[in-house]
């Protein structure tokens, strides 16, 4: 097969007209498959069944004196803290244990700050006549959305393969406008892509001209290899207190790919003085979060190392998954040339860049042949990927068997969406 860009005329043509008959084929299979969002599988969930009865008793709900079937300790049953911090490498005083959703303090936190202003706020966001936030893109979108939500301004920053570009943001941050940045650290959602040490160190050395300039550190997979051993990566709230920049970062954290989606629990992790100033604020909106379902993800996952070990089951079931993707990949994609994708050793996505002005296109055929995809455009801010090239492939809810299928119509669709684009020219 030669490279798409090097086919003449004809051979287009002739290709168009094998691919097309392979796609009339998928969607003569009237699938119904999703790879749109990183949902665990039923097999993972399982995996947690005994979290359901590590509490049978009323004697059992008690974190030393506390009874978590009470009101009180709003930041967390101590145990619950313990735990978080041996997890991220912090201490139990900067961690904040929230209820089922990180996604919630994350609100959380940006709500506060346009509300009252953080720590270090001159004056609530609101009040700001211009908010500007960085989004490393390909990025999330649902970080992206809570900025949106609010009104701030989303500034693009490019992904490096180290992490996001901190020339760019060193630049960006010398604007006071520039209130924070989105980041995910380890196997980022969708690049996959662990920060490198020295991208770790000159956030922690950033100079911002905003003095409540916010890292949003979402280490969401900070705990998720299914390839190889733990990585550690350096704790971004001590070196930022080395740097003289000790409330510049709020790290967060949950078990929803640990344990159950959605219905875990979550962590917030910062400077003391961070942590004892949002807790006042978040003490308006609740009395307490859910402590039995803190003391119970603690009776159950105990500390890191049984928890790292409870995260090879997962990764015996999310391995042969991403293999699946990079295969079709790999074998459909690699010869014709027009794509790129990272083959990443944690986390829940693989992130692919397809010919440019053709990913919509492609997620459209998709659709049409029974395959629901993430939208292309949502990895960037606003939805919309000025390349109209990356694509975010969430192979862990279907079956595998399921996803061979769905790859199929996946590749095929690339191709042929890059097809009729060559042939339009
Ligand atoms: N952060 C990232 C980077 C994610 O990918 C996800 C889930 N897709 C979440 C947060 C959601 O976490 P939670 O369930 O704790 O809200």
Redesign the pocket.
């Known amino acids: 097969m030669a490279l798409y860009t090097s086919m003449t005329q004809t051979q287009l043509n002739e290709e168009l007209q094998s691919v097309l008959a392979h796609y009339n084929r998928c969607k003569q299979q009237n699938l119904k498959l999703n790879l749109s ?2 949902k665990p599988s039923k097999m993972q969930l399982d995996i947690s069944k005994d979290i359901l009865t590590a509490l049978s008793d009323d004697a059992e709900c008690f974190d030393g004196a506390i009874d978590a079937r009470n009101y009180g300790e709003l930041a967390g049953l101590p145990c619950a803290r313990r735990y978080w911090a041996e997890i991220l490498d912090c201490k139990p005083e900067q961690t904040f244990v929230g209820g089922s ?4 303090l994350m609100f959380d936190v940006i709500a506060r700050a346009y509300s009252h202003g953080l720590l270090h706020s001159p004056r609530p966001w609101c009040r700001e006549e211009t908010v500007k936030f960085l989004c490393p893109s390909p990025g ?1 979108d ?2 992206f959305r809570i900025t949106e939500f609010f009104g701030a301004q989303l500034i693009t920053v490019p992904m490096t393969a180290e992490g996001p570009d901190m020339d760019m943001v060193e630049c960006l941050v010398q604007d006071p406008c520039v209130k924070g940045i989105w980041c ?1 650290p380890k196997y980022s ?1 969708p690049d996959g892509i662990i920060y490198s040490n020295a991208v770790i160190a000159r956030f922690a050395n950033l100079k911002p001209a905003a003095p409540d300039f916010t890292i949003m550190w ?1 280490n ?2 900070c705990i998720h290899e299914f390839d190889g051993e733990y990585v550690q990566i350096p704790d971004l709230i001590e070196l930022c207190r080395q740097a003289g920049n000790p409330d510049m970062v709020f790290e967060f954290a ?1 078990t ?1 790919k640990i344990t159950y ?2 219905a875990g629990f ?1 962590v917030m992790a910062s400077s003391e003085a961070n942590i004892d100033y949002l807790t006042k604020l978040f003490g308006v909106q609740t009395i307490s979060y859910d402590k039995i379902n803190q003391l119970r993800h603690v009776r159950y996952l105990k500390d890191k190392a049984t928890t790292l070990e409870h995260m090879k089951k997962h990764a015996q079931i999310m391995a042969p998954k991403f293999a699946v993707v990079a295969d079709a990949l790999e074998m459909q994609l690699g010869p014709c040339g027009f794509a790129r994708w990272n083959r990443p050793k944690g986390g ?1 996505f693989i992130s692919l860049f397809t010919m440019p002005g053709t990913a919509k296109r492609a997620i459209e055929l998709c659709k049409e042949a029974g395959v629901e995809m993430t939208p292309a455009g949502a990895t960037y801010p606003y939805g919309k990927d000025p390349d109209d090239s990356n694509l975010r492939i969430a192979p862990s809810l279907p079956p595998v068997e399921e996803l061979e299928k769905a790859m199929d119509v996946f590749c095929t669709s690339l191709k042929l969406a890059a097809l009729e684009k060559l042939l339009s020219v």
């Open positions: 969002r990183g959703a990180s996604l919630n999330y649902r970080h995910v959602n979402d969401a997979y949950s929803s989606a959605g979550s829940y």
